[in-house]
């Protein structure tokens, strides 16, 4: 017991030394590979801490050069921004003032539903509140606010279209039916494949965008009782 104890604190202060070392960034804006060492570090440093028929110095030895790659990794990044791009990426706008930028939020695996998500967290509830919204390369979402987009909080909107696909749990909620939603894309001389996005808050206001052509903001006729 008292050998796993003294292990455990031995581990221990090589890892905070570590981690200081790393810099505060590796602790609050990871980027991809820095992730990937810090989940390494965590595997290494419990096994020689439970397993006392490992020698420490195997444990202490892998994340001191763990430390060391995480070094060399940042010092090649500094010869240029296709080293930096290419191990950790670059940032994507993802919305503009033109509205969703689909492409953009599909080349880093989300969805509609996701960027919503994302920019609830941040304290914005419609796809207009924003001007600008970019995915950092460390995964962080940066936005620039539109002009007076606390005057339409209103309700919470939620998504009709995505992709060019009804979300039809969500025309339930609105009590809505599909021929509905399919007649106020007609109405836009449009087709459901060309509408990337369409969101209708409790009032009625539409935030909707097709494939090629800036977002536009329209109005939904709800039947009589319906809020959110």
């Not at 970019?134 to 279209?161: H, R, W």
Request: glycine content about 6%; charged content about 20%; hydrophobic content about 45%.
């Amino acid at each position: 017991m008292v050998n796993i104890f003294l292990r455990t604190l031995i581990i221990f202060i090589t890892l905070v030394i570590v981690m200081r070392l790393l810099g505060k960034r590796q602790i609050g804006e990871m980027q991809p590979f820095e992730f990937v060492v810090t989940l390494i570090i965590a595997d290494l440093a419990c096994i020689p801490m439970a397993d006392v028929s490992i020698p420490l110095i195997y444990g202490i030895v892998a994340i001191l050069g763990l430390f060391i790659l995480h070094q060399l990794t940042y010092f090649i990044e500094q010869f240029g921004d296709y080293f930096k791009l290419a191990i950790s990426g670059k940032p994507s706008i993802v919305l503009d003032k033109n509205g969703i930028v689909l492409n953009e939020l599909k080349h880093n695996d989300m969805g509609v539903e996701d960027l919503i998500e994302s920019m609830r967290s941040a304290g914005y509830f419609s796809l207009d509140d924003l001007d600008y919204a970019i995915f950092e390369a460390n995964g962080k979402l940066s936005t620039l606010p539109s002009k007076n987009y606390q005057d339409k909080k209103s309700s919470i909107p939620i998504v009709l279209i995505s992709d060019g696909k009804i979300n039809k749990k969500n025309t339930e909620i609105i009590n809505v039916n599909e021929s509905s939603v399919y007649d106020f894309i007609k109405e836009k001389n449009t087709t459901l494949k060309k509408v990337e996005v369409m969101t209708v808050d409790g009032n009625g206001r539409v935030y909707f965008k097709t494939k090629n052509t800036p977002f536009e903001i329209l109005n939904f006729p709800l039947k009589e009782g319906v809020k959110w």
